[in-house]
């Protein structure tokens, strides 16, 4: 397939197209037909066979340990993500949870690829790539049918076990294998209550009246860069449970409309890397 976004003279058509949005703009529909027209984003939503599965439970108990459907996808969400990641130049996104999600993160990060292919001190292994976390073997090889061939080259998907553990007092989880980068974007969308049957303390996350809480992000708190972005996608108690526990300094805003929560590292750079990251990433103008 042939796409014009990849055919540009270069990237301020698609720099000044971007300007136009905000993380507010996702939720009106006519923007976001006009982004998917724009960036030709339609073919990331092919269909796989196990999308004509039946839901085996109503909605607000799914869960990823007793479903074989895929969840639906929310095309809003989907195209917040893809903006987020053009619009913030992100060179490595990490993700909890994987699916539609993954796919359009890639395409992103394709878009960068294709048009900033020589960035330089910039201290990272793989440059514009995406790090998937799965907890269920099942979801992931359906999000690994979604990727093309072009898309797989920008996503490591990874599968893990996930634990439940105290984190200073409080009963939280955390994933086994978290990839060894620092991220400029976090996405987090997993896991689900269902992760393990086991309980812990007596405790157990395996409850329909459970919230996740996820503690991953605090472990790694202090080896990311300042001007790293973190989206908690609903979960609204583990994103006060992590704006309670970071002890950096943080932007948060809370986006009741989209129900999502949105979390920036606002600490001043730690050097010229950091700065150089900065400047081209983010130039003078803040993520409004």
């Not at 539609?100 to 395409?107: A, E, I, L």
């Not at 690829?113 to 910039?122: G, H, L, S, W």
Request: aromatic letters at 14%; proline letters at 3%.
């Amino acid at each position: 397939m042939k796409r014009k976004i990849l055919n540009l003279r270069n990237f301020k058509k698609i720099q000044k197209f971007i300007n136009k949005f905000s993380l507010n703009s996702f939720s009106n529909k006519k923007k976001i037909l006009n982004y998917m027209k724009f960036f030709e984003l339609q073919y990331l939503l092919k269909k796989i066979p196990e999308d004509r599965l039946k839901s085996k439970n109503e909605t607000h108990l799914r869960n990823v340990k007793d479903e074989s459907k895929p969840y639906d996808y929310e095309l809003s969400d989907l195209c917040r993500l893809h903006w987020i990641i053009l619009k913030r130049k992100v060179f490595n996104a990490l993700e909890f949870g994987s699916g539609y999600s993954t796919v359009f993160m890639s395409d992103a990060m394709l878009i960068l690829k294709n048009y900033f292919r020589d960035v330089k001190n910039i201290r990272c292994e793989k440059k514009f790539h995406v790090y998937s976390m799965e907890e269920s073997r099942h979801f992931l090889k359906l999000t690994k049918k979604r990727l093309t061939k072009k898309l797989s080259a920008n996503v490591n998907l990874t599968h893990s076990k996930i634990d439940t553990i105290n984190y200073q007092g409080k009963f939280a989880s955390k994933y086994r294998n978290l990839p060894n980068i620092s991220p400029d974007f976090i996405y987090l969308d997993g896991p689900s209550l269902y992760f393990t049957n086991k309980k812990f303390m007596n405790f157990s996350f395996k409850n329909i009246s459970r919230f996740p809480m996820s503690a991953d992000i605090l472990f790694i708190e202090y080896f990311l860069e300042p001007g790293t972005f973190v989206l908690v996608d609903g979960r609204t108690a583990n994103a006060r449970f992590l704006k309670n526990f970071l002890t950096q300094k943080w932007k948060y805003k809370h986006d009741i409309v989209s129900d999502c929560h949105y979390l920036e590292l606002i600490e001043k750079p730690l050097g010229k890397y950091n700065k150089n990251k900065l400047s081209f990433c983010l130039g003078k103008k803040k993520l409004r």
